[in-house]
């Protein structure tokens, strides 16, 4: 196993001085030195091909000794210093102060044919940034990071990348439910990937404490690496670098509502710099159709993080990168106005993805209230987003009256589909089949195009949760399934019809299926 280390981090920005694992505020530095706890009996359990490949590795690395011991931290790279990164955060809408990779941990930076990569573990035990906790994560969270982050991937969503799942040896303790039934749960680590981990809480944590000078360093070094574009760091380059996370900030959250992913926990610590998904903890799937609702049990009573407040909640995220970043440019203005701009452009590329999930590929005046209409009747009664969007392609604009057949499989409970639920659904299919009239497009060219925007299978919560059902056994074989259906989630897979299926019942109410918390 041979990896072209090119580290530029620890490089180029200040370290912690202090090189005991001790927990501590960590000060006029970006990160600390620390090394990876040794499991007990590691286990590889899956290793993305792919990934290996972009890595610069062969799959037989993959599967070599060597690679187990690095990727579960038994052993450190030659000529690497792995390192926790120092960040704060925004939880809740609260600033909590110092986060930091509590249990993450960098390896090194890779780089293969001109990309840049950090490889990063996950769950290797303890660093200063780990507050009360163990550093450590348990197999059920480490399947649902590993299994979604590749399937974002596919779906076209920016995200964070996953090379390896495997078990620690180790048991962890955790409370699931936050109801006082501790238990011990498998450990387990995945290693990820990305050009880069920074998040906002990164350059919040530094405005926080007044290290301007620390600021203006990681900036420029963001700049530099992540946004070569801009050119040379001056006040105008640190607005127009604000303005492009923005831009990159809102396509993700895009996306996210076209596919129906719901992250669960968008606090500022969780939101990547460069726009990438990161941090799957209580994320889900949306599986009715329901802008209020969140998968994350801690966030049940208010629901800051709810499918519909999404692109909201990124709004007052960036408000927060805003503020971190003013001492640089000291002039509220150009960042006032960016922000500004974001409701407009979140609405118009709302409009315009929600244009494409229906195949439309003009623009109509009438489509806002059309996209309306249809968010109104998908709520009458509990229907399944995905399998909805994805028949939807089979509407034959001169039958509007067969619009209902197509999509009934989408509803859960079919007696609750009323006379009055009928009529509305028919008064809506009856104006989308009017729109399609002026469009160009053969119902052919039409289906393929929506085929591509509105995916047939996702990684719906009870899929996830199966996949560690089994694991937690000690088999394997589903998550291997499911990694491999899930990167063509927008192709048809006659023999894997068996996913394209609503929520079974079981799975309403089960931990892990419709509701999930924080312990990980
Ligand atoms: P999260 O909500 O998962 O993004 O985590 C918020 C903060 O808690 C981050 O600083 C994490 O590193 C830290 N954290 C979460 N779980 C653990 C753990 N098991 N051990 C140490 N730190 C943790
Ligand atoms: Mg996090």
Redesign the pocket.
């Known amino acids: 196993m041979k990896l072209n280390i090119v580290d530029r981090f620890i490089k180029e920005l200040p370290a912690d001085p202090i090189l005991e694992n001790s927990r501590r505020q960590v000060k006029n530095a970006c990160f600390s030195y620390v090394t990876p706890k040794k499991t007990a009996q590691p286990q590889m359990l899956h290793v993305s091909n792919e990934m290996l490949s972009a890595l610069g590795m062969s799959p037989e690395d993959g599967t070599s000794k060597a690679f187990l011991n690095v990727f579960t931290g038994n052993s450190i790279l030659p000529n690497t210093k792995p390192y926790a990164m120092c960040y704060g955060g925004h939880q809740f809408g609260n600033w909590a102060g110092q986060?930091?990779?509590?249990?993450?941990i960098n390896l090194a930076e890779v780089k293969h044919q001109q990309q840049h990569w950090v490889l990063q573990l996950k769950g290797a035990g303890?660093t200063p940034?780990?507050?009360t906790?163990?550093?450590?994560?348990v197999l059920r969270s480490s399947v649902r990071e590993y299994l979604c982050s590749e399937a974002m991937y596919h779906l076209g969503v920016p995200t964070t990348r996953a090379l390896s799942l495997a078990l620690s040896g180790d048991d962890v303790m955790r409370d699931m439910l936050y109801d006082g039934n501790r238990a011990y749960e498998k450990g387990a680590i995945v290693s990820r990937a990305s050009q880069s981990f920074l998040r906002f809480g990164n350059y919040q944590i530094l405005a926080s404490r007044q290290d301007n000078e620390t600021l203006k360093t990681l900036v420029d070094y963001t700049i530099k690496h992540h946004y070569s574009q801009l050119g040379k760091p001056s006040k105008a380059t640190y607005v127009q670098f604000f303005e492009a996370v923005v831009e990159h900030t809102l396509e993700m959250l895009i996306h996210w509502q076209r596919v129906g992913f719901v992250h669960g926990?968008m606090?500022t610590?969780?939101m990547s710099i460069l726009g990438q998904t990161i941090?799957y903890?209580p994320y889900g799937w949306l599986e009715g159709y329901d802008p209020q609702w969140t998968p994350n049990t801690t966030d049940s009573q208010f629901k800051r993080y709810r499918y519909g407040a999404q692109l909201d909640i990124g709004l007052w995220n960036l408000y927060q990168l805003a503020n971190a970043l003013y001492p640089l440019i000291e002039e509220a203005e150009d960042l006032e106005r960016i922000l500004h701009a974001y409701h407009e452009n979140a609405q118009a590329q709302y409009l315009d993805m929600m244009r494409s999930k229906l195949g439309l590929c003009t623009v109509k005046q009438k489509d806002k209230a059309l996209i309306a209409n249809l968010e109104e009747v998908l709520q009458l009664t509990e229907t399944d987003m995905t399998i909805f969007f994805r028949n939807l392609s089979e509407f034959s604009l001169e039958e509007p009256l067969k619009g209902i057949p197509i999509i009934k499989d989408a509803f859960y409970i079919i007696n609750e589909v009323s006379d009055v639920i009928k009529q509305k659904w028919n008064f809506w299919f009856k104006t989308y089949a009017e729109r399609l009239q002026h469009e160009v497009l053969t119902s052919d060219e039409r289906k393929t195009k929506m085929n591509q925007v509105n995916p047939k299978y996702v990684l719906r919560n009870y899929m996830a949760q199966l996949a560690i059902d089994d694991a937690n056994k000690g088999d394997y074989k589903l998550i291997d399934e499911l990694f491999n259906l899930l990167k063509q989630p927008y192709d048809e897979q006659p023999d894997h019809e068996k996913w394209f299926v609503k929520r079974p019942d079981w799975a309403r109410h089960k931990a892990g299926c419709s509701m999930l918390s924080?312990s990980?």
């Open positions: 986060l930091g990779d509590g249990r993450a303890e940034y780990s507050r906790a163990d550093g450590l994560a926990v606090n610590d969780n941090d903890g924080c990980s």
